[in-house]
């Protein structure tokens, strides 16, 4: 009996040669998970000090087995002690289906175990393969999205270079537009000034002359026709000057908004040309949560349009500017050229009127200065005494009638006289008016601006 004891106590308390292992090697960890996932470097996962929760649950229920494993392994066979024990009698803990049931309960969970840890090598497969084909889906889909926002970008911005470069276009036409007005409202100054000394002049007509005739009148609507053409000039050219500022308006609105596009195209651009293998890829966290309400796709297509509208619309009205412009340069130059035609139609006219009336004074005045015919005396015979008697009657009678024909002679020299000063007068009258008229007056309107001038081109 004692002898089965100790033998039995010496079989249990010999210790085996070797270290005791529950868990498998690393190296045949590693090797299976790499034949499981080719595609996954599981050697930097398994390097780290990874212990299972089953290693320390069966150290828990076995508290020696760690330590006198650990002391195994620490001590050689070569220097190993026999235990010896001081009890005397055989003492058992555990019944033998204790210790087959310990054994088939360890068993059970390590099947258990390894079957979850399978099942979770397998989900996790799937569950790899599944994300990793719904990340590439969504990679493609991003860089097929991508792409169509660079095809929309590069539409609009190619939509805002047309409408710029016509916008442009129409803001220079407009300009020379504006610099022809502004030159034919300086021609018009010189018409102007020639038009009021032609009345300034007039001014001086002396004593009948001085008569509110046709060339008058014209002259005064020939004044009230530049005024007014000046007029329309003027507020034309002001609306002009307005449009050109709604134009550059508009025009930089496109500008800025062609250098928003530019930016968005590089970016975008570099963005659809990224793949997961180029260079200078990093993680910004938090990039994503950016903020919606600043413009979507919609909105962001709306401003572009509003934009070009705005910029047709501007550009409608610019050129609607012009041809009002262009009518009012054509109409006001007929308008002073027809009344400037006039007022010299009427100019020469009143010229040679003056002329035949000065012909005419001249002509009475010559005959006023020119001496009367002398009578030739006639021839008596003898006289005898009745003769001498009638004689001296008729002699009587002839002095009574001379002297009636002298004074009335006299009082004809006096009218003559003063005819006489009277054509001298209106010949000095005429001849000033004919000065004025034909020297002064018509001497300055033979110079008018030519049309190429009146309408700006020169």
Same mark, same amino acid.
């Given at each position: 009996m004692n002898h089965f004891n100790t033998s039995l106590m010496i079989n249990y308390t010999q210790a085996k040669p070797g270290p005791i292992n529950f868990l498998p090697a690393i190296t045949s960890l590693e090797s299976s /998970?790499?034949?499981?996932?080719?595609?996954? %470097?599981?050697?930097? &996962?398994? +390097?780290?000090?990874? *212990?299972? %929760? #089953? /290693?320390? *649950?069966?150290? +828990?229920?076995?508290? =020696?087995?760690? !330590?006198?494993c650990t002391r195994a392994q620490r001590v050689g066979e070569s220097t190993m002690v026999p235990f010896v024990s001081n009890r005397t009698s055989l003492f058992t803990k555990y019944t033998h289906d204790d210790w087959y049931k310990s054994s088939y309960d360890s068993f059970q969970e390590s099947n258990t175990s390894r079957h979850n840890s399978e099942k979770l090598r397998v989900d996790t497969s799937r569950l790899i393969q599944e994300k990793y084909q719904q990340i590439r889906k969504t990679q493609v889909d991003t860089t097929q999205n991508l792409g169509e926002r660079v095809n929309?970008?590069?539409?609009?911005?190619?939509?805002?270079? =047309?409408?710029?470069?016509?916008?442009?276009?129409? &803001? %220079?036409?407009?300009?020379?537009? *504006?610099?022809r007005l502004e030159r034919t409202l300086t021609e018009t100054e010189a018409p102007l000034q020639v038009t009021r000394e032609c009345l300034f002049h007039r001014e001086k007509r002396m004593g009948v002359d001085l008569v509110h005739d046709d060339v008058e009148r014209e002259l005064l609507m020939e004044l009230d026709t530049i005024l007014c053409c000046q007029e329309r000039m003027k507020l034309h050219l002001d609306k002009a000057i307005a449009q050109l500022a709604s134009n550059r308006g508009a025009q930089h609105e496109l500008e800025k908004d062609l250098g928003d596009k530019q930016m968005a195209l590089r970016i975008d651009d570099k963005c659809h040309h990224l793949r997961n293998t180029s260079e200078g890829i990093s993680f910004f966290r938090g990039v994503e949560n950016v903020d919606a309400t600043i413009?979507?796709?919609? +909105?962001?297509?709306?401003?572009?349009?509003? =934009?070009?509208?705005? !910029?047709?619309?501007?550009?409608?009205t610019s050129a609607k500017t012009r041809d009002e412009?262009? #009518?009012?340069?054509?109409? +006001? &130059?007929n308008e002073m050229w027809n009344q400037f035609s006039k007022v010299n139609w009427y100019l020469t006219k009143r010229i040679a009127e003056l002329g035949e009336a000065k012909s005419k004074i001249q002509v009475h005045?010559?005959?006023k200065l020119s001496p009367p015919p002398r009578m030739a005396p006639g021839g008596t015979g003898p006289p005898g005494q009745a003769d001498l008697v009638n004689e001296v009657y008729e002699v009587h009678d002839?002095?009574? &009638?001379?002297?009636? *024909?002298?004074?009335?002679?006299?009082? !004809?020299?006096?009218?003559?006289?003063?005819?006489?000063a009277t054509l001298e007068h209106d010949l000095a009258v005429k001849a000033n008016t004919l000065y004025i008229d034909q020297e002064k007056c018509m001497s300055m309107r033979r110079s008018f601006p030519s049309t190429l001038r009146l309408v700006g081109f020169c």
């Open positions: /998970y790499k034949d499981r996932f080719p595609h996954r %470097n599981l050697t930097h &996962t398994l +390097s780290l000090p990874w *212990r299972p %929760n #089953t /290693y320390y *649950r069966v150290s +828990s229920d076995f508290p =020696n087995l760690g !330590s006198y929309d970008i590069a539409f609009w911005k190619s939509e805002i270079i =047309n409408e710029l470069d016509e916008m442009i276009a129409e &803001t %220079n036409a407009l300009t020379d537009m *504006r610099r413009s979507v796709p919609e +909105s962001w297509a709306k401003f572009t349009d509003d =934009n070009i509208l705005r !910029s047709q619309s501007e550009r409608a412009i262009e #009518t009012l340069l054509t109409v +006001s &130059t005045l010559a005959k002839t002095i009574q &009638t001379l002297q009636q *024909r002298l004074r009335e002679a006299e009082d !004809s020299l006096q009218l003559l006289v003063h005819t006489k």
